[in-house]
């Protein structure tokens, strides 16, 4: 019985020593979307894969292969005179918006900082255009 009573004794002790009495002191983290779109997804390789980085090779490689069932299924690229005023092909406006998005994203990190939402609109619709005027 007195080894019952010493175990009942000494067992908070034990369980404070081992870290269990600040589990309701640890402050709860907050989910944050910036936090998450932009945290390591795991570590120890050669390049820091973000969801974002992984978000942007999807997208160009994704680019890549519509425009190869593109040209597959209506070869030729499409060449027309745009208001650039020098024939261009579906290949040539890829590229022309794909390099107007940079300069759009490298001027707004630039100029503004890092809430990115805004020019990725702004790269979308010039996107749009390069296909739809250049």
């Not at 022309?96 to 609109?121: D, H, M, R």
Request: aromatic share 20%.
């Amino acid at each position: 019985m007195k080894r019952l009573i010493f175990l009942f004794a000494t067992l908070p002790a034990v369980a404070m020593a081992q870290g269990w009495g600040n589990v309701t002191a640890e402050k709860e983290e907050v989910f944050s979307w910036a936090k998450w779109w932009t945290e390591p997804m795991f570590g120890g390789t050669w390049m820091a894969w973000t969801r974002a980085s992984l978000g942007f090779f999807v997208f160009v490689f994704g680019f890549i292969a519509i425009m190869a069932l593109l040209e597959w299924r209506w070869p030729g690229g499409n060449e027309r005179q745009g208001v650039l005023g020098l024939p261009t092909t579906r290949g040539d406006r890829l590229f022309i918006g794909l390099l107007g998005s940079a300069y759009i994203f490298l001027a707004w990190l630039g100029l503004v900082g890092t809430p990115i939402w805004i020019p990725a609109g702004v790269a979308a619709l010039w996107i749009g255009f390069a296909f739809w005027r250049i």
